[in-house]
């Protein structure tokens, strides 16, 4: 699940937020390590994650590794910096949008009993839906859902109440959302579109999603350390979800878990480090089967529209990013965020290989950055790496299609609209992007249409974005998978930023 964008989210995004605050990470010897004969992939990966505790000031981290046949569960540091217990391989965090591979997986199993079909309308099963294009309602498909091309805005974070009939009322208020492009034609990520999968998953099972996704997914998996709520996961214990203080240290925050129930489908699902791998080996076809070899490939295969979702996408299959790497091995990709919950999750099926991390602050999206969007551990563990992308200045001339103002809204809990307004303008051979004067990101093209940013000091920060084009003019900007509309200069206006919601503005967005 992607939390609310702002201002603070871009700038974030692009610098990775570092901080150096010490959180008793607690380092083990290399000789330690080797004594108990972890490979050596393995012992930097264990230091790497250790230094970035420290350096992000990221109180718990857990792992979950599956290499070369071989799986390496554990944690590190602690819950929570006030009352601190020890992390480890069966800790639950929120895992956010990761939820959303769920999702798509219920709807194949569903799809392999009959009781869905991909390539059929929405309104095949959802004779009211609506949003506000009628056309375009008519049109959607199932498979336009998972691979983000429905086409509408997708940053709907509506609560809808606690009760079963959340989602449904959350489906129903979607009459609101604009279309943004046509269904099925560009990339763009949508959390409401996902919460709409979710309601079919319902009408189609017959029962609420959460319970759906424990019957079709969690019990048959054996994933008892996974739920919608820690009433779900008897015995478990939290990852505490931190903010970072005005010192620079993490300060716990329990109430930054809560979720609407109306977005459970996009991002609601807690679990542990140990079975988010049994998810991993499941979608590697080397744990328990649960769908067809065939569906397993659909889900990671045959992407829609490409483009860029911090890292470069060959395109969305069945809820999973797909990303190509220099040497051909896709990685099959998800994560996602929440208030003081971030996790990174990624695969590739042709190297036997596996990763997920999870953090409980908001600073671990700095950590995730170094280990999903760069491709330190891909060429570690897998032997793959990310496509070149050497950074070229360009004329002015080569910079003026793309300069303007660019906007991007959100609907909060309460039904309030939040907008993003940023200023494009080229400078010194890069494009500076602008929120109410001051600088925030840097844009260095690679190619025609692609970008890499960095913060305004020139630090790396391994994000990429691209420009859309409409009739062959620049109409977008997609900056972490979101749509920002290109439009028409004027005079500049205050940023309006999201306070009404009760969460804090995210640190950053790595992964959605």
Known sequence: MSEPL??????????????????????????????????????????????????????????????????HVRGFGVTRVDDPRPVDGDTVFRIGSTTKTFTGTAVMRLAEQRR???????????????????AASARVTVRQLLNHTAGWLGDCFLDTGTDDQALARYVAEMSRLPQLTSPGTVFAYNNAALAVAGRLVEVAAGVTYEEAIRRLILEPLAMGGSGFSLAEIPGAV???????????????????????????????????????????????????????????????????????????????????????????????????????????????????????????????????????????????????????????????????????????????????????????????????????????????????????AFDPSGGDTYVRANFVRDGGSVAWLRFGGRLYRRGPAGAPRALRMPHATGIPTPMTLPYA
């Open 6 to 71: 702002s201002r603070r989210t871009l700038l974030r995004a692009a610098a990775g937020g570092a901080m150096a605050v010490a959180v008793g990470a607690g380092p083990a010897t290399t000789a330690a390590h080797a004594a108990t004969g972890v490979p050596a992939p393995v012992r930097e990966l264990e230091e790497k994650i250790r230094e970035a505790m420290t350096k992000y000031a990221i109180p718990g981290v857990a792992l979950g590794l599956y290499h070369r046949g071989t799986e």
């Open 116 to 134: 869905l079909d991909l390539d059929r309308t929405v309104r095949s099963y959802l004779p009211d839906f609506r949003t506000a294009d009628a």
């Open 238 to 452: 939290l990852a505490v979800p931190h903010y970072i203080g005005p010192d620079g240290a993490p300060v716990a925050d329990p109430a930054l878990l809560d979720m609407p129930r109306s977005i459970h489908p996009a991002g609601g699902l807690i679990a542990s480090a140990r079975d988010q791998l049994r998810w991993a080996r499941f979608q590697l076809g080397t744990g328990r089967p649960l769908l067809s070899r065939r569906s397993l490939r659909r889900m990671q295969t045959c992407p829609g529209p490409g483009g860029t979702l911090f890292v470069e996408l060959d395109g969305m299959g069945v809820t999973w990013m797909i990303r190509p790497t220099a040497e051909g091995p896709t990685v099959i990709q998800h994560g996602g965020d929440w208030a003081g919950q971030h996790s990174g999750f990624l695969m590739v099926p042709e190297r036997d290989f596996a990763l997920t991390v999870l953090t409980n602050s908001e600073s671990g999206p700095a950590l995730l950055g170094e280990l999903f969007a760069d491709d330190w551990a891909l060429s570690r563990f897998a032997g793959v790496h990310n496509l070149p992308a050497v950074t070229r200045a360009r004329s002015a001339a080569g910079l003026a299609p793309y300069e303007g103002r660019y906007t991007a809204e959100q609907i909060g809990l309460q039904g309030d609209t939040t907008t993003v307004e940023l200023d494009v303008v080229a400078d010194a051979g890069q494009l500076s992007v602008r929120f109410g004067g001051q600088e925030g990101l840097r844009l260095a093209f690679y190619r025609d249409d692609y970008v890499r």
